[in-house]
């Protein structure tokens, strides 16, 4: 019993810290709150409020004057995204040949951005180089410099009779008008192989409003110029992702390899190239998204067109608001690219996540300890 007495006092005393611990941690955690604050209010504020708004506003029929809150103003529902997808006519349409442009934007700007920043970055990395802070900056200025300025820098190299024709011309090639034709690039391809009209299987048909035939004409000759300068002005960025991650390889497996008897190439592909994996998903996943919000080259040098083969679902929600007076429609044509902008980077974390080959986690850790000791 005097053991009880003594011991029930000592225990009771041994936890009056932790209460007071609990209450610092309180106090922590309400500094913290309190610190972060300001941040929550302006994110808040000039962030999630807007787009609370922005998707309000896609569900109504506004048309910029007065107020998008007023009882005045109608309530659609989702028919703008009905109309996008199911209704024919030229907003379905207009929306579609915006998709398929972005699609081949994508499909050449996001694999040609990363293998051009990649390679920069190992000419740089190379440790017989000489002049390495000249070449990084020299690879890295376009991607500071103002968008739209080298967007009308391009426009004059290539104009009718601008630098890159008569740089085709001096090999005997006769350059396109390069924002004037809205030819796919494999059309003029089947056009050269004496295919110039669509065959009957393809002229007829095809999802959401646009013919077989129009899904598989490839970027137009001007969005080849468009892609061009992008890819340019994107991969010094990208580039110093990779030297970073480059220089982040430890030598020595590097050198062990090479002591193994490993190509220069299998160098690359067994110890570089599964290094820089968290990097190269990175530079990925920043390329996919950019190239979905493509909007300032656009406006710049093509506006659309010609024959709308320009056209990107960023800048028609933009002409759609802010041309056309539907700001219901260009509202909604911005979520939906925001959608697909999460899913499709959804799926590339999937594709390019680590798959384990071996046993599931549990059994691998129980052969890990099974070696230590009984497994009792």
Excluded: C
């Amino acid at each position: 019993m005097a053991t009880e007495a003594l011991v029930a006092p000592a225990t009771a005393g041994h936890r009056r810290p932790r209460r007071g611990g609990r209450g610092i941690r309180s106090n922590e955690n309400l500094a913290g709150w309190l610190f972060v604050a300001p941040v929550i209010v302006i994110l808040g504020l000039f962030l999630l409020l807007p787009i609370l708004m922005a998707l309000w506003v896609s569900l109504t029929d506004w048309n910029g004057q007065g107020s998008p809150f007023t009882t005045g103003v109608p309530f659609v529902g989702v028919d703008n995204y009905t109309t996008l997808f199911t209704e024919d006519g030229l907003a379905r349409r207009d929306f579609m040949t915006s998709i398929r442009n972005n699609i081949y934007y994508v499909a050449i700007v996001v694999p040609a951005q990363t293998a051009l920043a990649l390679g920069l970055a190992l000419v740089v990395n190379n440790r017989m180089l000489r002049g390495k802070a000249f070449f990084r900056s020299a690879f890295y200025f376009p991607s500071v410099t103002s968008s739209v300025a080298i967007s009308v820098v391009f426009l004059f190299l290539f104009a009718n009779s601008g630098a890159v024709n008569q740089l085709l011309g001096v090999f005997g090639i006769d350059g396109p008008q390069w924002f004037a034709d809205s030819r796919g690039v494999l059309h003029v391809l089947l056009g050269v192989l004496g295919l110039d009209t669509a065959p009957a299987v393809l002229a007829d048909g095809g999802p959401f409003g646009l013919s077989w035939w129009d899904w598989l004409a490839g970027p137009s000759v001007a969005m080849i110029s468009i892609i061009t300068l992008v890819v340019w002005t994107t991969s010094g960025t990208f580039m110093l992702m990779f030297l970073a991650a480059l220089q982040s390889v430890p030598v020595a497996l590097d050198e062990a390899s090479t002591l193994d008897g490993a190509t220069r190439w299998q160098r690359f592909r067994h110890v570089t190239l599964p290094m820089i994996k968290p990097t190269t998903f990175l530079v990925l996943t920043l390329g996919l998204i950019g190239s979905w919000q493509v909007f300032d080259q656009v406006y710049v040098m093509s506006q659309g067109e010609p024959a709308k083969t320009t056209l990107t679902p960023a800048y028609l929600s933009y002409r759609t608001a802010f041309r056309d007076f539907d700001y219901g429609s260009g509202a909604a044509i911005s979520f939906v690219l925001f959608l697909i902008i999460i899913v499709l980077t959804l799926v590339q974390r999937r594709v390019m996540a680590d798959r384990d080959t071996d046993a599931p986690t549990g059994r691998r850790w129980w052969r890990r300890r099974v070696p230590g000791g009984s497994s009792s």
